[in-house]
């Protein structure tokens, strides 16, 4: 196929990327919007899609993220781990026979617990397929609900969903902590000692936070740096949970800069290596290696 040949979406919740590929996989144009699934109203995904294809032409679409989900245009069925590329073409959800497709998310079921997501299986995939990364490794995706995965064989085989982020913008804004969490997370003495906190101490999360007030009433923490403190109580307690699904090795990290630093001094503190791995790439990465198995 010579020219543009297909147009994927990372279609998130509140906001969405648009990449458009050419026939050798390569970004012609990308755009990225505020118009998540959330913000297109009730049965408006057809008429989104017109006006997507009045821009870039009646060219294949490949969708990923809530845009399969039960808040988006139609619910793409999981896949059960294990999973990998094969699986995830044969079970594309076509929304528009022939010409939209939205990406099937990944659960895991084990014993009581019950994980699902949408999206990161096809940046987790993708870092595979680009060599970003062995295909038996760890990976963890920090974010609002952070991710941890295992590889095995290029195969998604298990993964965790630490609610993080926004247990940090609840505690930041609706907690008896929200007066002192002021200032930026960052990096410093006492980000690190709220991570060695929650590495040595697992369990006692709960109270720990609510220890973060007292410590700054007896003068044992600078208000300035309750936010970090409690950054670091949140992360050390979520890396803590990662190692227990991949306990060793080198960890990839896929994110947004600022929070991929903040999980690499944490994983600095437990005394684990990692890589930073570019999330777009391993996206287009996972994409293209989605397209290439359609007849």
Partial sequence: ???DALVTIDWGTTNRRIFLLDADGRVTHREADALGVTAVPPGGFPDEMRRLRERFGDRLFLLAGMIGSNRGWAEAAYVPVPVGVPQLADR???VEPGRTAIVPGACTVQAEQADVMR???????????????GPDS????????????RLQAGM????RTVMTGELFALLRGHSILSAQMIAASVDGPAFREGVRRSLD???????????????????????QDSASYVSGLLIGADVAIGAELAPTGPVGLIGDPALTRLYAAALDEAGRS?????GEQAFLAGIKAIAERLP
């Fill in 156 to 159: 998604l085989t298990a993964f």
């Fill in 138 to 149: 760890a990976l963890c995706l920090p974010g609002t609900h952070a991710k941890w995965a």
């Fill in 274 to 278: 990692y890589q930073e791995i570019d």
């Fill in 119 to 133: 999206g990161e299986e096809v940046q987790l995939l993708g870092a595979v397929a680009a060599g970003l990364i």
């Fill in 92 to 94: 594309l959800l076509w």
């Fill in 201 to 223: 101490h697992r369990g006692s999360l709960p109270a720990d936070l609510f220890g973060t007030r007292a410590r700054i009433l007896l003068g044992k923490l600078e208000p």
């Fill in 1 to 3: 196929m010579d020219g």
